[in-house]
C-alpha cells in the first residue's frame, strides 16, 4: 500500500512539475512585488482546475490498479479452490445421502413452472430424483403422514 501511495504521489509530482513549466511568466504581477512563494501559491491558485484533475486521475488509475489485483488475486483463489475441490469431490460424494429432492413453484404466468422443470431436469441429471409440486396444489396437512 505504501509502494502505491509512494508511486501515485511521484507520479502527481511528475505532472505537476509538467503544468508548473509550460507558463510561470503568465503571472500579470510583476515578480518583484510578491515573494517567490506567494508567486508559486498564486501559481497554483491559477491551476487549481489542472491540479485537481490531474489529482483525480492518479486516485482513479490506482484505484483501477487495486480493483484489477483483487480481481486476480480473487481468480487465481477460486482456481485454487475448485481444484482443492476436485480432489476431495469422491470423499464428499460417498457422505452425501439424498433420497429426494421436491421443488415447489408459485406461478400466475407459468414462469416459474417453467423454471422449476429446468431445474428439476438438472437435479435428475445429478443422479437425484426431484418431484415438481405447484405450491396451490400442496397441502402440508395431507402430505405429512408420506413425509
Known sequence: MFSLFATM??????????????SISENTVSQDVHSP???YLLWMWQRRLYIYSA???L???CFFLQV????????????????????????????VHVSGVKIFYGS???????????????VENLGISAQVIDMKDY???DQLVDE
Open 9 to 22: 504521489l511521484a507520479l502527481f509530482g511528475v505532472i505537476f512539475l509538467c503544468v508548473g513549466s509550460l
Open 37 to 39: 512563494t506567494e508567486n
Open 55 to 57: 489529482a483525480a486521475l
Open 59 to 61: 486516485f482513479g488509475f
Open 68 to 95: 484489477a489485483r483483487r480481481k486476480i488475486n480473487y481468480t487465481e483463489d477460486s482456481k485454487a479452490h475448485k481444484a482443492a475441490k476436485s480432489n476431495n469431490s469422491s470423499e464428499k460424494d460417498a457422505d
Open 108 to 122: 400466475q404466468t407459468g414462469t416459474a413452472k417453467g423454471f422449476a422443470t429446468e431445474l428439476s431436469e438438472e
Open 139 to 141: 397441502d402440508p396437512d
